[in-house]
């Protein structure tokens, strides 16, 4: 693999703070040196060099950061462990006709990977089914799922599980006695004992690459794929093998909103992939495309909040069905029915999460001083659970796990963590100690299922693990001072060399001292408009999104006297105007 995997050095760092809300800024000082370097090494403008030293380890990685390919970012997928056992099962089901079925999870890294497997058979001409369970189920591949798939009338002769199925014993053994070769593609952190399958293939296992422990499902069925089609050239004669480059429409999706850092394969993987949706070839993202509005060019930022929202509806309310029929769509007119079911499900999806939002957040309040928070109700819906509690986990940057019971007493959880708290790993001693029934996750993100009668053993026992462990918020990162007059439309363009951005490779953040705040105004529901200006008088608008009632909000409306502002810089269209703007997210005293 290219060496752009690689993280970049430590800087040295000046730390400032508390800001006016609270808040620490480290500002790191760059090595020259290495600035110069990568100015030898690429024709860029200085501060471009400068902001890449936080993303590179040498210069030498500057032109593939710069210029992802998958040429030089792709590895063999053989690579991997299990990897050609996996590809020879599915490649002896192909050519003798055996019955396949898929079977995903129900977010959206499970929804593009299964889409992705429907959408490569059938250049084969063939129509495989799919499997995702009911949310209501419990997560990946549960007892419950199992029978009911196996119900139908033709049951599969193999399963290809996508994104779960790494800490499935019970449920692989089940296939396995019932003659069914299994082959998982899963990148969840295995347990010490492995399931039973014919194939299991996840970037965790021993042996593999430490570089691909980075990439979600989509991003491993992706590798599956080309490791499938290149057999396939052998195994069947005249193949007529698919364009694989048109599927990263779906692996962007997939990485981005499972929240994958965007480095090394991955940012190959969504830089190219954005550059396949910009071209609208998968007809049911191109429906989203033109029933939201999205404006030109499109970025992970309709990845995660415009595609994202709408993929995961169905599945957070029940069924994750019509997301699949939607990537899987053949024509418009069965594009323009599944994106209009998901529209009516998101804004289902809405008013199910402000309604049980209000009341989780109040019941948070109430238990603030505690080091973790946790909160349960009565039929809450489960599918929005997972999103307030990151709600609640930021507004009171404290880690949070929210539990809804049925009438029966049984309930499912989902938590979201800060550093510092490896929420996966309490899960699992909480299931080991017979709190939960089942549990699992990553470290800052897990889900759960728990009776009503050890909630309060579950709630002592993460209190107990979690007192006087310090997680303080980490600083605020910012890469270069600027001035106001320096904030140009030609500094943007520059900036969006380092895209594509996100978790991993953040939106450069930028120091504007000795700021003047003019005008501010509530606009929308929350957020809030004002000027920037400094001593040239060179004036910016800025924009502080969520930010009313807020200690951020107060202190601009107030807008009394000289302050530091620290913030990202985009282009902002409106009408037929664009002009450069300042996305406000902290302020210090000037």
Known sequence: MSSNTSDPPEHRAIRKGPSLTGKFWELPEP????????????????????????????????????????????????????????VARVVEAITTQESILVWGDYDVDGITSTALLLRFFSTLGRRVPFYIPIRAHGYGATQTALEEMLSQKAPPRVVLMVDCGVTAHNTLQFMKDHNIDVVVLDHHIPEETLPSACALV????????????????????????????????????????????????????GTVCDVMPLIGLNRTYVAQGLKVLEKQKTVGLREVIRLSGIRRPITTYHLAFVFGPRLNAPGRLEDAAPSIHLLTAQTEKEAVFWVSELERLNQERRSLEENVSAEAIALAEAQKDRPILVVHGDGWSTGVLGIIAGRIREQFEKPCCIISFDETGFGRGSGRSVPGVDLRALVHRSKALGFLEEGGGHPLAAGFSILRSHLADFEAFLINETQGVVHDPPPILIESTLSLSGATS?????????????????????????????????????????????????????????????????????????????????????????????????????
């Open 202 to 253: 996840d970037p965790y296992l021993p042996g593999n690459p430490d570089s691909l422990q980075r990439i979600c499902a989509a991003g491993l069925v992706f590798l599956f794929l080309v490791g499938l089609n290149r057999a396939l050239r052998t195994a069947i004669p005249n193949y007529q093998e698919p364009d694989l480059l048109l599927f990263l429409d779906l692996v962007a999706l």
């Open 31 to 86: 090595d020259e040196g290495f600035i110069n370097a990568i100015l030898r090494c690429v024709d860029v403008p200085e501060i471009l060099a400068r902001l890449l030293t936080f993303r590179i380890s040498s210069a030498e990685e500057a032109h593939a950061f710069l210029h992802p390919t998958l040429k030089a970012s792709l590895p063999d997928p053989s690579v991997l462990m299990g990897m050609d056992q996996a």
């Open 490 to 590: 030609e500094l943007v363009a520059h900036l969006g060399r380092l895209a594509p951005f996100g978790t991993g490779n953040p939106q450069p953040r930028f120091l504007f001292s000795n700021v003047y705040v003019e005008h501010a105004r509530v606009v929308g529901k929350n957020h809030i408009s004002c000027t920037l200006t400094q001593n040239d008088r060179k004036r910016v608008p800025g924009v502080a999104f969520r930010s009313m009632g807020t200690p951020l909000g107060d202190v601009l409306l107030a807008h009394n006297g000289l302050y530091d502002i620290v913030g990202t810089i985009e282009i902002n269209t409106w009408g037929r105007k664009t002009a450069v703007q300042v996305h406000i997210e902290d302020v210090g005293r000037g």
